[in-house]
């Protein structure tokens, strides 16, 4: 059964700081690797798709790498803002295109 | 505007009674799923389908059944209601393995 581990659970930086949140998974047989964001009360939002053949995606200020033979995964955010505040979810997608979660990492950007 | 809508956004229910959410997706997706969210639990699936008449179960299906007559709407019941089953409850879909997720905006259910 695959499982999925974030780390750390909850991170607080000051704006304009870089930072890296952390996803492993125990089973590497994976299509891909997805990252959502989660704002409170709401529902996720996709930020990046990584496929098993690939190594990283980028949008904007964010990157997502892919280690499948390590079963980890990172999603970096340059120049953080307030408005980055949000809780990072990151999953796995399995057979059926299941996702396995992680309990995310909630992550404050303060002023 | 695409995407996924549930409905209701919100309900409470009392122990016993019986309810179904409802999922409908407009991007013609092949597959849609049901979760739940709990605090410190993350996400778990009850079902899924991969297709129109098609259901199968996932991590948490008790207590649960689903629905797929027509390939856009994925309906959720509850036939007897538990205070366990108190939980953000969100619908998602995909259209192949290799794409992403869509995710609805979620319904909160309060079970009394």
């Known amino acids: 059964k695959q499982e999925v581990t974030q780390i750390p659970a909850a991170l607080s930086v000051p704006e304009g700081e870089n930072l890296v949140l952390n996803c492993s998974f125990t089973d590497s047989a994976i299509y891909n690797l997805q990252w959502f964001r989660q704002d409170p009360g709401k529902g996720l939002t996709s930020l990046l798709l990584?496929?098993?053949?690939?190594r990283e995606q980028t949008s904007g200020r964010l990157n997502a790498s892919l280690d499948k033979s390590s079963g980890r995964s990172t999603l970096y955010i340059a120049a953080s803002q307030p408005g980055d505040s949000a809780t990072y979810l990151c999953?796995?997608?399995?057979?059926?295109?299941?996702?396995?979660f992680g309990t995310g990492t909630r992550l404050q950007v303060t002023l | 505007n695409a995407g996924v809508t549930q409905t209701p956004k919100f309900r409470v229910l009392k122990t016993g009674q019986s309810m179904t959410l409802l999922c409908a997706q407009d991007?013609?997706?092949?597959?849609m799923y049901w979760y739940r969210q709990d605090p410190g639990m993350g996400l778990r699936l009850i079902h899924y389908s991969v297709g129109e008449g098609t259901t199968a179960k996932g991590e948490v299906p008790d207590g649960y059944n689903v629905s797929r007559l027509k390939k856009q709407n994925f309906l959720l019941g509850l036939e007897s209601a538990a205070p366990s089953q108190t939980s953000v409850y969100f619908c998602a879909s995909s259209s192949a393995i290799f794409y992403g997720y869509t995710f609805g905006s979620g319904t909160r259910l309060t079970v009394v």
């Open positions: 991007m013609n997706h092949e597959y």
């Open positions: 990584i496929q098993s053949s690939q």
């Open positions: 999953a796995s997608t399995g057979t059926a295109s299941k996702l396995t």
